[in-house]
């Protein structure tokens, strides 16, 4: 994650034997942007599998996507080039959920 004041923080996938309890790869780096009062600007999540090599991009599952937004819908994330998901592009998140819930309520805030 990159912050508006240039930090770079990051973070990992946390593994738990019940998968409720499981956390995405970018929670903790938007935990850190909480804490240091940071405005998250951009994201990108690089997730390496065992079984999947090297490594592919992921866009933020929906529940990040809600954390981010808390920054304004132009945070950008990275989506997967569809022919290459080593390689990514930037999207803002009003690009990534073009109809997303909260507009409707915010038009003049976003
Ligand atoms: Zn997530």
């Not at 600007?41 to 866009?59: D, G, M, N, R």
Request: glycine letters at 4%; proline letters at 5%; hydrophobic letters at 35%.
């Amino acid at each position: 994650m990159y912050t508006e004041t240039g930090r770079i923080l990051t973070s990992v996938y946390v593994d738990a034997l019940n998968a409720a309890a499981c956390l995405c790869h970018e929670t903790g780096a938007i935990c850190e942007a909480h804490r240091l009062n940071e405005r998250i600007c951009a994201s990108v999540c690089v997730s390496k599998e065992e079984t999947v090599e090297p490594f592919v991009i992921l866009t933020p599952c929906g529940i990040c996507q809600e954390r981010l937004a808390y920054w304004g819908l132009d945070v950008e994330v990275g989506v997967p080039d569809k022919a290459d998901p080593t390689q990514y592009h930037s999207l803002k998140l009003r690009e990534v959920q073009p109809y997303y819930w909260r507009q409707i309520y915010s038009e003049n805030e976003e």
